[in-house]
């Protein structure tokens, strides 16, 4: 059986950490920056983990 490939779409959008765990970016930033406030845009530039229970998930679609 061939090797599974893994998902490259998803491969650009989550990253992996030297101890395993998965990062990623916040949603809401690409455009209309008007209207948040300087909070909201300085705590959204800032990765996040991805949440346990979407990990077993994207790890196999990572090939991870």
């Known amino acids: 059986m061939p090797k599974m490939k893994s998902k490259k779409a998803l491969t ?18 690409g455009h209309r920056a008007y209207g948040k406030t300087t909070k909201e845009k300085r705590h959204l530039m800032k990765q996040t983990s991805v949440h346990p229970s979407d990990v077993k998930r994207i790890k196999d679609l990572i090939q991870q």
């Open 12 to 29: 650009k959008r989550v990253k992996v950490t030297g101890s395993g765990k998965l990062v990623r970016h916040h949603a809401r930033t």
